[in-house]
């Protein structure tokens, strides 16, 4: 009797969630592309100190090994690259990072003049699964947050440089 109080949970959807955001950067397309490609010597990662190294023979795919997260491999496989203009890859990140299964990053770049642009990213996520609401509204704020963070520190690297990036980090994590 008493089980008919009981909270009922109905199973979480795993995903796949999509999050897309934009912003204005204040470069022209051409600067800002080589921050988002991992062949790239002016990636943005790079710039900041972390590892990208090639995996294999195949130009596609990419190692980031994060100074802050030295024991996690991020191995990318670029499977759009329009240069200049879009870049997407997807993540195999091990071990695995919260309840993340897997990601596809997709960068548009979009001119607004010579002397600015445009960036949006969306995302393409999916989740383990098992989890209550609770749980997936945390991860989807985590996300959500992760990527606004991705682009800001993108625009500022563009438009002020590694150590601004560097310097914001240290606020904002």
């Given at each position: 009797?008493?089980?008919?109080?009981k909270k009922k949970t109905a199973p979480v959807?795993?995903?796949?969630?999509?999050?897309?955001?934009?912003?204005?950067?204040?470069?022209?397309?051409a600067d800002v592309y080589p921050l988002i490609d991992w062949a790239d010597r002016r990636n943005s990662k790079r710039e900041l100190g972390?590892?990208?190294?090639?995996?294999?023979?195949?130009?596609?795919?990419?190692?980031?090994?994060?100074?802050?997260?030295?024991?996690?491999?991020?191995?990318?496989?670029?499977?759009?690259?329009?240069?200049?203009?879009?870049?997407?890859f997807v993540t195999d990140i091990q071990p695995r990072v919260g309840r993340l299964d897997s990601d596809e990053e997709n960068y548009v770049?979009?001119?607004?003049?010579a002397d600015r642009c445009k960036l949006r990213l969306t995302c393409n996520v999916t989740f383990i699964g098992g989890m209550t609401m609770d749980e997936l509204e945390g991860e989807l704020m985590m996300m959500t947050m992760a990527c606004q963070r991705a682009l800001i520190k993108l625009k500022v690297h563009a438009e002020m440089g590694v150590e601004a990036v560097r310097s914001l980090e240290g606020e904002i994590g």
């Open positions: 009797m008493l089980g008919m109080f959807p795993a995903g796949p969630f999509q999050f897309e955001v934009a912003v204005e950067v204040e470069k022209p397309a972390h590892i990208v190294e090639t995996l294999g023979s195949d130009p596609r795919r990419f190692r980031l090994i994060m100074t802050d997260m030295p024991d996690h491999r991020f191995d990318m496989t670029v499977i759009r690259e329009e240069r200049g203009y879009a870049y997407s770049i979009e001119p607004l003049g």
